[in-house]
DNA sequence: CCCGTTAATTATCTTTTGTTAATTCTGCCA
DNA sequence: TGGCAGAATTAACAAAAGATAATTAACGGG
């Protein structure tokens, strides 16, 4: 009998599928759960390994040669995530993927479904439309770059992803704004002051 | 008779292409130049265009409420350009594309093809790695924002693309690192001066 | 070849951020 | 509940960036 869970993730995921190809999707397929800090992906890991968040919360981080540790992004339930050094470029990971909460995913090795669904139009589809989504996310986390203050990108994320004030510590939230917590810290004061005025 | 560079354009961009589809692709195709200043596409257009750069480069900038304009990408010979709130969302551009030096392009309507090539494993195909090569480019893009200081993202940019140096100019390059143009000199005079030392 | 426009640099000052370290806060567990 | 570890805030100072304006450089057209 097929696992109600993938199948809806399939469901989800590949709109208009062929339900023939489930039994061979849903068999390359694992659920896992992920406790607080457990490593997801580890920095160097060439890991083809692609994931449907069903709960909880992914952090993507790099540690540069001072040994300084930043954010480069997170994940969040409803959303996929993979070592994209890995998926897209073929490459080892350079980051490393951790979950900040209880985290349960459900699992594909990407390799294998490429394999399972070559030149299937609902594969196709749903991955054009994966990465499209992905690309326009990025583009828009580009201009908040080029055109936005870090205290205006902080003001858009709390509003864009107001729970993340609460689930990520500020000094994840920080980096992940380009900054340091330490001025992190001064833009809330600045802000707080600027209200009660 | 079938424009040899039209016919050129289609099979570096559709490897594998039947030939039997290039006429129809070719007659949605126009090839077209732009002379420096010439905007392509202006903030508000909804414009399906999408073009091919032969040669040439086209700056993509916005101004914001308070009159300041950033430049949030460059696009130059052998990329392909096209509004990305157009094409990717299907709404009017935020951004003005122009053309920095003279620039020619081969440029076809996508809605067009969009439809001639439905379901042509080719089209999807090369769309897809077109989506892929952008995605990947803009996470690298985001990385350089999150991982370093506009100092380093310009030691990147001229090591990566030097001729950019002599073709654009710093105002542009500054607002594309995310800085201002009077930041930019500073760093240029710091860098120059940590090597005469 | 001069003039006018624009770009680039420099100067001055203000604001913000980075750095480092001290201090306070918070949650947790022994 | 006392204490400990990590997080957040604050402090103090240095470095960098923004804003504005003045100066210099570069360039293209008349």
Redesign the pocket.
Known sequence: MLDPDKTAFYIHLFKGIDPADLPGLISATQQRQLEPGDVYIREGENSPRLAYIKEGLIRCYHINE?G?ESTVLLRWEEQIVASYDSILLGKPSRFTYHALEATSIVEVNYDVIQKLLANKPVFEQARYQFVLDMLAQSLERIESFVLQ???ERYLQLIQDKPDLLQR???????TLL?????????????ITSRYSR
Do not use: C, F, N, Y
């Open positions: 001072k300084i203050t870090p205290e990520v510590s500020d000094k994840h939230l920080a380009g900054i340091t917590p330490v001025s992190l810290s001064r833009i809330r004061k600045r």
